[in-house]
């Protein structure tokens, strides 16, 4: 079974700040997922990589597949950013290849 | 992308009745739908996997015949939450995904707040 761990737990940063999430998984992958969860409580699906970099507007998302770890990136953070971002990897072994999720990262981003 | 809708976004029930909850994919096949719980401050956890056509499989500890999962077409998955209590209060997810496409691939839909009283 896929550990998913993600640090920090809490953020707060002002706006304008850049802002670094991390994951790390314990079983070898081929993608991992980012989410961000508004505080109502909706879901976003931000990101889903597999290799390398890939950037939507001012969030970048990196994944260093033999270290294990993915990173989120938030460039110029706005309040509007402030929300719960959660990262994902396949549950090998698990029910047809569901999702093992980390317990989410709360970001606050004041003005 | 691929966008997958979920209905309704916010459902309050009185204890004792059904709620359903619809999951849809809007501009692909959904071969496998899979549905997710989420209690305050925890993270999501996977309830069940659904396969177009044949029965859902249930993750340990989830009643079957409490969570009903139908998933009769390629496009739609329903969760229907039966004898709802207030401990089924909860943020519930679908995730679809389709076939020919690697198992890590899972779209999203936006999740449904139930509150049951």
């Known amino acids: 079974k896929n550990e998913v761990e993600q640090s920090p737990q809490n953020l707060t940063a002002q706006e304008g700040e850049f802002i670094t999430i991390n994951c790390s998984y314990s079983v070898g992958i081929s993608a991992l997922h980012w989410l961000q969860q508004h505080p109502g409580g909706g879901i976003v699906s931000l990101f889903m990589l597999s290799s390398g970099k890939k950037k939507h507007g001012r969030l970048i998302a990196t994944i260093n597949i033999q270290e294990k770890h993915s990173s989120l990136h938030i460039t110029a953070s706005h309040p509007r950013d402030s929300a719960v971002y959660i990262c994902?990897?396949?549950?090998?072994?698990?029910?047809?290849?569901?999702?093992?999720f980390g317990k989410g990262t709360k970001l606050s981003v004041k003005p | 992308g691929a966008v997958v809708s979920q209905h309704p976004s916010r459902v309050i029930c009185k204890s004792g009745t059904s709620v359903k909850i619809e999951c849809r994919s809007l501009?692909?096949?959904?071969?496998?739908m899979f549905w997710y719980r989420q209690f305050p401050k925890q993270s999501l956890m996977l309830m069940a996997t659904?396969?177009?056509?044949?029965?859902?499989?249930?993750e340990q500890g989830v009643e079957k015949d409490k969570f009903l999962i139908n998933h009769a077409s390629l496009t739609l998955s329903t969760l229907t939450v039966t004898s709802a209590h207030p401990e089924d209060s909860s943020f519930y997810i679908c995730s679809a995904r389709s076939r020919g496409l690697a198992a890590d691939t899972q779209y999203f839909g936006p999740g449904t707040r139930l509150t049951v009283l």
């Open positions: 994902a990897a396949p549950n090998y072994g698990g029910s047809q290849g569901n999702l093992i």
């Open positions: 501009d692909f096949q959904a071969t496998t």
């Open positions: 659904s396969n177009e056509g044949s029965k859902a499989t249930y």
